[in-house]
């Protein structure tokens, strides 16, 4: 089995920063994708940043230019850089990843608990 644990949510004003971490454990061969969703209340659950182990990102337009994804592969763990931040990014942030817990096994997606980021105006 493979654990995702996120950490560095909290309270902070418009206009401030949070890093976020997610780090991954158990049973890994290898990561593939790792993902960066948010959902706000009465929300769905919505992309925020995407890095894939070729050093692809992607990000949401609302997130462009402010969000920065980045991961340490030796520690596997991956990070979410928010500057900038506003009230609508407000949200549970959860952590993705695509890891194939075996040599001869297939891809499977795990997901962490989330982290919750408050921004005040």
């Known amino acids: 089995q493979v654990q995702l644990v996120e950490s560095g949510g909290g309270l902070v004003q418009a206009g401030g920063s949070l890093r976020l971490s997610c780090a991954a454990s158990g049973s890994i061969f290898s990561i593939n994708a790792m993902d960066w969703y948010r959902q706000a209340p009465g929300k769905q659950r919505e992309l925020v940043a995407s890095?894939?182990?070729?050093?692809?990102?992607n990000y949401a337009d609302s997130v462009k230019g402010r969000f920065t994804i980045s991961r340490d592969n030796a520690k596997n763990t991956l990070f979410l850089q928010m500057n900038s931040l506003k009230p609508e990014d407000t949200a549970v942030y959860y952590c993705?990843?695509?890891?194939?817990?075996?040599?001869?096994?297939?891809?499977?997606?795990?997901r962490g608990q989330g982290t919750q980021v408050t921004v005040s105006s």
């Open positions: 890095l894939t182990s070729g050093g692809s990102t």
């Open positions: 993705y990843a695509t890891v194939r817990t075996s040599s001869t096994g297939s891809y499977y997606r795990f």
